[in-house]
């Protein structure tokens, strides 16, 4: 079974650039999340997607930050107009069961902006 | 708003040795999860081990196993005779009953040969 992925592995933009980050769960999960770890940080929530639906997007630091997830299969996290503070490591889980199951985690997608 | 301390950012332990993660939180919630991931090089984060705060008995994974301590609100983990492929960052994690996830920020491991 294939775990999550995450594309790209590795994004270096400049700053006022757009940038998008996917995330294939594992085939049948319904729910999705994304985190951010900021360097040296914590490892915070963003949001989470239950199919198409976003269920909680409570984390998103702001406007520029867009999430999708057409069909409720893949999702994109889209950055417009990147910043600085938007540098770090960009993680996505997947779960098939909401309650109680762990999540399971993508490698992530380290951005750099610069 | 649940929060998750970590307070050792570095650890090493010599290989075959025992040594201990520590982590504790903060919450008004009686019913929860803990969870300790644990994130290789390579960067894809697995679970090692999970707690449901309704069980007393800690649980144990092999040669993982913690001391959750509900009052004190402490979650530390235990790595007995530990080898090479432990090296790693280590998170501690509380999931809510909102199913929210809140990590610390990590313990960076190393094991010494």
């Known amino acids: 079974e294939a775990g999550v992925t995450q594309f790209p592995s590795h994004s270096v933009i400049e700053k006022g650039q757009t940038v998008t980050l996917r995330c294939d769960p594992i085939?049948?999960?319904?729910?999705l999340y994304w985190y951010r770890r900021v360097m040296g940080k914590e490892i915070k929530f963003l949001l989470h997607?239950?199919?198409?639906?976003?269920?909680?997007e409570s984390g998103m630091p702001n406007n520029r930050f867009l999430a999708e997830r057409t069909g409720g299969t893949y999702s994109t996290l889209k950055v417009q107009p990147a910043e600085l503070e938007d540098s770090g490591v960009y993680f996505c889980?997947?779960?098939?069961?909401?309650?109680?199951?762990?999540?399971?985690f993508g490698p992530g997608t380290r951005l750099t902006v610069t | 708003a649940q929060t998750v301390t970590q307070s050792q950012p570095e650890m090493s332990v010599q290989e075959a040795e025992t040594v201990t993660l520590s982590c504790t939180y903060d919450t008004s919630e009686s019913d929860y999860y803990l969870f300790w991931y644990k994130q290789p090089p390579s960067r894809q984060m697995i679970l090692v081990i999970r707690q449901e705060a309704y069980k007393q008995q800690n649980a144990t994974e092999n040669r993982f196993s913690v001391n959750f301590q509900k009052a004190a609100k402490s979650f530390s983990l235990k790595i007995s005779d530990s080898q090479l492929g432990d090296a790693a960052m280590y998170f501690c994690a509380y999931r809510s009953t909102g199913n929210q996830f809140y990590f610390g920020t990590g313990t960076s491991l190393t094991v010494i040969p």
């Open positions: 889980a997947s779960s098939q069961d909401v309650n109680p199951y762990e999540q399971y």
């Open positions: 085939s049948g999960h319904d729910n």
């Open positions: 997607f239950v199919k198409e639906s976003k269920q909680d």
